[in-house]
T-cell receptor, first 113, second 112 residues
Framework: AQTVTQSQPEMSVQEAETVTLSCTYDTSESNYYLFWYKQPPSRQMILVIRQEAYKQQNATENRFSVNFQKAAKSFSLKISDSQLGDTAMYFCAFMSGTYKYIFGTGTRLKVLA | NAGVTQTPKFRVLKTGQSMTLLCAQDMNHEYMYWYRQDPGMGLRLIHYSVGEGTTAKGEVPDGYNVSRLKKQNFLLGLESAAPSQTSVYFC???????????FGEGSRLTVL
């Protein structure tokens, strides 16, 4: 069975600094997708970034980028120039051909002014 | 454009009562999912559906049943609620192309 592990329950970063959130996963499949979702205090889940496993190039979306290490089964999220609005719970997620969509336990990020 | 709508948003039940959570999406998505979110445990998959008339078990299916009689609706039922089912429930849907999940606003259920 696939599993997703986020080992950092809470993190904080100063405004305008860079922070990296960790995620590891376990799967025997070769083709899959990885995602980072953001859940602000409003509780609404929002997609931050996605990565296809067959693509070697790391995905980027403005200030958000990932470091995808397929062999190590690692998928970390880097947030550059952190803003107060980045304060949220961040979830790493995995999806494969079985259509199951599995989430990690989340990392609560607080951006400090 | 409503997206994914969950009803009700809040509900308080007594142990042993039954209830149904309704999820409706207007995006013609094939895949629909029910999750529960508990502190420190993230989002855990209860049941999911890959199309009208189909359902499948997720990570924590016990105590829940689901139905997908219409493509746009995915119902989550609790036949005999237990305090352990106190949680926030999220419904989500997606297409087969991008994999992005679109979430409802969540339903907070308390079982006394």
């Amino acid at each position: 069975a696939q599993t997703v592990t986020q080992s950092q329950p809470e993190m904080s970063v100063q405004e305008a600094e860079t922070v990296t959130l960790s995620c590891t996963y376990d799967t025997s499949e070769s083709n899959y997708y990885l995602f980072w979702y953001k859940q602000p205090p409003s509780r609404q889940m929002i997609l931050v970034i996605r990565q296809e496993a067959y693509k070697q190039q790391n995905a980027t979306e403005n200030r958000f980028s990932v470091n995808f290490q397929k062999a190590a089964k690692s998928f970390s999220l880097k947030i550059s120039d952190s803003q107060l609005g980045d304060t949220a719970m961040y979830f790493c997620a995995f999806m494969s051909g079985t259509y199951k969509y599995i989430f990690g336990t989340g990392t609560r990020l607080k951006v400090l002014a | 454009n409503a997206g994914v709508t969950q009803t009700p948003k809040f509900r308080v039940l007594k142990t042993g009562q039954s209830m149904t959570l309704l999820c409706a999406q207007d995006m013609n998505h094939e895949y629909m999912y029910w999750y529960r979110q508990d502190p420190g445990m993230g989002l855990r998959l209860i049941h999911y559906s890959v199309g009208e008339g189909t359902t499948a078990k997720g990570e924590v299916p016990d105590g829940y049943n689901v139905s997908r009689l219409k493509k746009q609706n995915f119902l989550l039922g609790l036949e005999s609620a237990a305090p352990s089912q106190t949680s926030v429930y999220f419904c989500a849907s997606r297409t087969g192309s991008t994999g992005e999940l679109f979430f409802g606003e969540g339903s907070r259920l308390t079982v006394l």
